[in-house]
Structure formats: C-alpha cells, structure tokens
C-alpha cells in the first residue's frame, strides 16, 4: 500500500452566487487579482471565475446569476467547510479592522493565537473568512511548517499549553544551529560584557 504525496494545496473552489458580487468580494475586499474566467466545464449553467490569493494557487468560484447570496453562516456540520484562512503581512494585519469597520462588515476584532494573529468575518454567502498573519519569519532554507513543529516539540517538552512567542525564538535558533554549521566549537550563549 502506497500514499498518493501531497505537495501543496492546487486550488480550492467554492459555490458563488452571482459573478459581480464574487469579483467584487475576492478582488475589490481581498485584493485578489482576477485571473481566469470561463464556463464550469461540467455545469454550463454556472461560470468559472478564478482569483490568485497572492501566492500563485489559486480560489475559484462558481458562479451562477439565478443564485442569490445570504449571509447566513454557512454549515459547520462535519465534512463541512469551516473557514478559509488567508495570509496576510502584519502591516496589513493592523490595518483590517479600519478597512474592515470602513466598509461595515462585523469582524472578531484580532484575537492573539501565540504563533499568530487572525482576525474573522463572514463573506457575503456567510463563508467564514480568516485573516491570519504569522509572528515570525523562518529561517532561510525553512518553512513556516518546520518552526511550527519544532515549536510544538518544545512546548509539549515544557508542559506548556500553546504555542507561543518563547517556543517561536527558540525553535528558529534551534533550526538555525541544525542547519547552519559555524567554526565555534561552543555555540551556547555567552556574555560579552
């Protein structure tokens, strides 16, 4: 038996409502490029509409003029969608409650999540919509995934209950030690003064 290996997220699409309202949604609130447009190839009652979320995958939507939009939360049975996270700069992060406030749309207000910052509102077909901006730059030649692991390997060691700053900056020196060789034979901290 065999896995099919993953690399990376392709695309993730999601029932629209009408066109305009989508392009107005993904690219005039998000600031998503729209770069594609054509029909659903297996519904040809519903457009394709495909948006880049800023690192090159791509959100698509079908789209369909006789559907209407409400605002209602969307499902959160199982198997169900709970929400779509977005990564965005902590200069941007800091700015969406005004940006969000100066177009009305109700938002949580930034909640600390220890590794990161997110802030939450509904789009307008009630899909749950997460601004989620990272505390930390990894290390050349690591990824977001590789400080997070070794975070949680450090606060499961402490006993601690989430990750958090302190897990964060230990990690990346961590992976900075594994993976950038020195001249030194002592690494450790030391005291200049």
């Known amino acids: 038996m065999r896995k099919l290996q993953t690399q990376g997220v392709h695309h993730i699409t999601l029932t629209g409502a009408d066109r305009q309202s989508t392009i107005d949604f993904w690219e005039g609130v998000l600031g998503m490029p729209f770069v594609f447009d054509q029909p659903n190839l297996d519904n040809p009652d519903e457009g394709h509409v495909y948006f880049d979320p800023g690192d090159g995958r791509l959100i698509t939507v079908f789209t369909n003029e006789t559907r209407k939009g409400t605002p209602d939360r969307t ?14 700069s902590q200069a941007t992060f800091w700015q969406a409650v ?4 100066e177009r009305g749309i109700e938002h949580s207000g930034p909640r600390d999540r220890g ?5 939450y ?9 997460e601004l989620a901006s990272y505390r930390f730059e990894p290390p050349v030649g690591c990824t977001h995934a590789d ?18 700053r302190i897990h964060l900056a230990d990690a990346i020196e ?17 005291n200049p003064w």
Do not use: W
Request: hydrophobic content about 40%.
């Open 75 to 88: 499902p959160t049975d199982p198997g169900c969608v709970h929400h779509i996270a977005f990564n965005v």
């Open 98 to 101: 005004e940006r969000l406030d």
């Open 115 to 119: 590794f990161m910052d997110s802030i």
């Open 121 to 129: 509102f509904k789009d307008p077909l009630g899909l749950l919509i």
């Open 147 to 164: 400080v997070l692991i070794r975070a949680h390997r450090i606060r499961v060691a402490r006993g601690d209950y989430n990750i958090d």
């Open 174 to 190: 961590a992976l900075v030690s594994d993976r950038q060789d020195s001249l030194s034979k002592d690494r450790g901290p030391k």
